[in-house]
């Protein structure tokens, strides 16, 4: 079946350091993948798209890449603050479809 | 500007009773979805509908049913609760995959339920 897998392990880190978080996707070939962050007690909201034909898209501090030989996006925060503590979840859609497929996020604790 | 309102924020019911989570979004979005998040199973999709007066499947409907009366509203029903379905909804809606064809959901605050 089609599976989108993040870390689920949290990820610490000091501040001013860049964080990176992985997602893998198997038995799927998304045409888009997207970014959002969740923090406690709230709804996901929508950060970064990319698309297949885009190898690297940028805003501000955060970057992402879509890797489609090795099946992976990475997600970067650099310059890492405190503030950047939440939850951050991978989903993709391929062109046949209407729905996103979530991954279940991972963790990121940035410490002073 | 609301963006997507979900009510209850939270309810606790008894095995066996019914109950309806409302979702409403003021911007006319026409794609609109239920998902329900459980630790360490991340969001799934339970139902969702391209446009007033359709509804799909997602993963996980059985137990389920929804209704997409208005555009801007997104109806999730639960016919006779059970403990499995404790557990943190949350609506989405989008401008579906025309265009840009990037299908960004815009996600309510969430509705935690109990089911004793």
């Known amino acids: 079946s089609q599976k989108i897998e993040q870390n689920s392990e949290a990820l610490n880190i000091q501040e001013g350091k860049t964080a990176t978080l992985t997602c893998n996707y198997t038995?799927?070939?998304?045409?888009?993948l997207q970014w959002y962050r969740q923090d406690p007690g709230r709804g996901p909201v929508f950060l970064l798209l990319?698309?297949?034909?885009?190898k690297e898209k940028r805003k501000e501090r955060l970057k992402v890449t879509f890797d489609t030989t090795l099946k992976q996006s990475l997600f970067h925060i650099t310059a890492s603050q405190p503030a950047d503590s939440a939850t951050y979840l991978c989903?993709?859609?391929?062109?046949?479809?209407?729905?996103?497929?979530f991954g279940t996020g991972t963790r990121l604790q940035v410490f002073p | 500007n609301a963006g997507v309102t979900q009510t209850p924020k939270f309810r606790v019911l008894k095995t066996g009773q019914s109950m309806t989570l409302l979702c409403a979004q003021d911007?006319?979005?026409?794609?609109m979805y239920w998902y329900r998040q459980d630790p360490g199973m991340g969001l799934r999709l339970i139902h969702y509908?391209?446009?007033?007066?359709?509804?799909a499947k997602g993963e996980v409907p059985d137990g389920y049913n929804v209704s997409r009366l208005k555009k801007q509203n997104f109806l999730l029903g639960l016919e006779s609760a059970a403990p499995s379905q404790t557990s943190v909804y949350f609506c989405?809606?989008?401008?579906?995959?025309?265009?840009?064809?990037?299908?960004?959901?815009?996600f309510g605050a969430g509705s935690r339920l109990t089911v004793l």
């Open positions: 509908s391209v446009g007033e007066g359709t509804t």
């Open positions: 989903a993709a859609r391929s062109y046949n479809t209407d729905k996103l497929i």
């Open positions: 989405a809606s989008s401008g579906g995959i025309q265009g840009s064809g990037a299908n960004v959901l815009t």
């Open positions: 990319i698309r297949e034909n885009e």
């Open positions: 038995n799927y070939s998304p045409a888009y």
């Open positions: 911007m006319n979005h026409e794609y």
